[in-house]
Nanobody, 125 residues
Framework: QVQLVESGGGLVQAGNSLTLSCAVS????????MGWFRQAPGKERAFVGG????????EYSDPVKDRFVISRDNAKNVMYMVMNRLKPEDTAVYYC??????????????????WGQGTQVTVSS
């Protein structure tokens, strides 16, 4: 059973940086394309960014493009997301997700088979 566990969330002031991690167990990270999503209070879960199994191809949503950077270490079974120049509107629960397709960067919730429990990121102004 594949399990994903996010960590690294917390409270941070606007303009600062935070790094999230997503650890995969019960499976091999290289078997999956991976994505990050977020859900703010009262809003739907939305795509933030994703990366193919090799780490070569990445995509980001417009609100985070040029500020967030996704990477992965398949040997350690961990994916990361460095969030720079954080804004109050980045406040949300952040989820990582795994897609067995490996080469697709899905932007829909249904594109992913496995999800973590989420980690809260709060950005104060």
């Amino acid at each position: 059973q594949v399990q994903l566990v996010e960590s690294g969330g917390g409270l941070v002031q606007a303009g600062n940086s935070l790094t999230l991690s997503c650890a995969v167990s019960g499976g091999t990270l290289s078997s999956y394309a991976m994505g990050w999503f977020r859900q703010a209070p009262g809003k739907e879960r939305a795509f933030v960014g994703g990366v193919t199994w090799s780490g070569v191809f990445k995509e980001y949503s417009d609100p985070v493009k040029d500020r967030f950077v996704i990477s992965r270490d398949n040997a350690k079974n961990v994916m990361y997301m460095v969030m720079n120049r954080l804004k109050p509107e980045d406040t949300a629960v952040y989820y990582c997700a795994a897609d067995p397709s490996r080469i697709r960067i899905g932007k829909r919730i249904d594109d992913y088979n496995y999800w973590g429990q989420g980690t809260q990121v709060t950005v104060s102004s």
